[in-house]
């Protein structure tokens, strides 16, 4: 109860404080990510680290995609039921995107193991073992995101991002030391295992408050189930959930085709102090999209127009100080991976400099998910994700990391600009940071 009570005082400070104390959470979280990935290089070296580095990525990726855009739309479609009073579907879709993100994510699982057990040489030897153990991390992994969806869409924004961000990465650090330290193997199994048992406790908790809060808050009424309007909202979603993941991450997954671990891992490194910049970008949205549901769902168009102009400039000074910031304290970051690490700084600066770039553009994701124009959202996000793939493909053979890095920010900041022109064109809004 303690702990419930203690994030719904800082929520309740207005949308700037909030934001801040979002982006000190994943800071924090960050930090903690930052020196357990450190650990890992270290205790299980390059090659251990990088088939760590590629399991994970496919696990967060599928994770999020198992929950057919539910999770985002949880965003959309609770702030809407509360300002309606609709109480019969937003228990509804709180029941039904539990269920359907559980099982689905379960089923891929499943699926996925069964392939791996019937066919072992799809994968190296030496991913299979971390491969199996990550498909028990799936469900909970889904599971975990549609819960931070329905914190983030009822404003809970510290129960949202503090249990998965802060306290599944901390976990994921003390459970290695304690292994290794109790005589296990410094081996990717193993660091995987470890990220099993961190997100089930880390799940356990945030679930635990989530549902008490609900249900302090229930209002009368029989559930309803109108599936074809959630999914019809939610799948575009996905869509565009999982090509922005696939910006994220498709340049480590193209490199685990084409480079030899070691190599995967330095360049996943770099990628590890970038998430300090992206953090900034989530803190905003975190607090803003479900916001602009409630704007639309008013009829505010003026203080829909006001939240969107103040918010792309904060983020965008937000950004710009950080990633300044990442750059400057790169070589000694990097080094804390081992010497060689050091030399992945020039990427570090281009993946930064895209994801600045990008930020100049404003929230126009975030606008037209929450606003009606999730399905051309979609296409535009899913067709730069294949312009980023092929680019990545061409690039590498010929730069090596440095192709990689360049395809990925070249795409970052081209996405930024078309959702900026696309919200513009379909919702009438402004979104650069630089418009008055």
């Not at 803003?288 to 505010?300: C, I, L, M, P, V």
């Not at 990689?404 to 379909?426: E, N």
Request: glycine share 12%.
């Amino acid at each position: 109860m303690a702990a419930g009570a203690s994030l719904g005082e800082a929520e309740a400070g207005g949308s700037a404080g909030t934001a801040l104390a979002v982006f000190g959470v994943r800071i924090a979280a960050a930090g903690c990510a930052f020196v357990a990935q450190v650990l890992m290089a270290r205790l299980m070296g390059g090659e251990e680290y990088g088939i760590f580095a590629t399991i994970w990525v496919w696990t967060a990726l599928l994770g999020h995609a198992s929950t057919w855009g539910l999770s985002q739309a949880a965003c959309r479609f609770l702030p809407t039921y509360r300002a309606q009073g609709a109480a019969g579907p937003e228990r509804g879709f709180l029941v039904f995107g539990a269920v359907f993100s559980l099982a689905a994510a379960a089923i891929l699982a499943a699926a996925g193991a069964g392939a791996l057990w019937l066919r072992p040489g799809l994968v190296g030897d030496a991913y299979r073992a971390p491969a199996l153990i990550a498909a028990l991390v799936l469900p909970l992994f889904a599971l975990q995101d549609f819960c931070e969806g329905v914190a983030r869409g009822r404003s809970w924004t510290l129960l949202a991002v503090a249990p998965p961000y802060l306290l599944r990465q901390g976990l994921i650090m003390a459970l290695m030391l304690a292994a290794v330290g109790f005589g296990a193997p410094a081996e990717a199994g193993i660091a995987v295992a470890c990220t099993l048992a961190a997100t089930a406790l880390s799940l356990a908790i945030q679930a635990g408050i989530l549902a008490r809060r609900l249900w302090v808050e229930r209002r009368p009424g029989r559930a309803l189930y109108p599936r074809g309007e959630w999914l019809r909202a939610a799948l575009p979603m996905a869509l565009i959930d999982l090509a922005g993941s696939g910006f994220n991450f498709v340049d480590v997954l193209v490199l685990g085709f084409l480079l030899p671990p070691a190599e995967v891992g330095a360049y996943f490194a770099a990628t590890r102090l970038l998430q300090f910049v992206v953090f900034v970008q989530y803190a905003a949205s975190s607090v803003t999209a479900q916001r602009f549901a409630e704007a639309q769902a008013r009829g505010d168009r003026p203080g829909l127009e006001a939240l969107v102009r103040r918010w792309s400039r904060l983020t965008l000074l937000a950004t710009v100080a950080t990633g300044l910031g990442v750059v400057g304290a790169g070589p000694l970051l990097l080094g804390l991976f081992g010497p060689e690490f050091r030399a992945a700084l020039p990427l570090l600066a281009m993946l930064v400099a895209g994801h600045g770039l990008a930020a100049a553009c404003g929230p126009a994701e975030d606008l037209l998910t929450m606003l009606g124009g999730e399905r051309a959202c979609a296409a535009v996000t899913v067709g730069l994700l294949a312009v980023a793939v092929l680019l990545t493909l061409a690039l590498v053979p010929l730069l090596g990391l440095t192709g990689a890095a360049l395809a990925a920010s070249l795409v970052t900041a081209g996405r930024g600009a078309a959702l900026a022109l696309l919200a513009h064109r379909r919702l009438g809004l402004l979104t650069p940071a630089f418009v008055r």
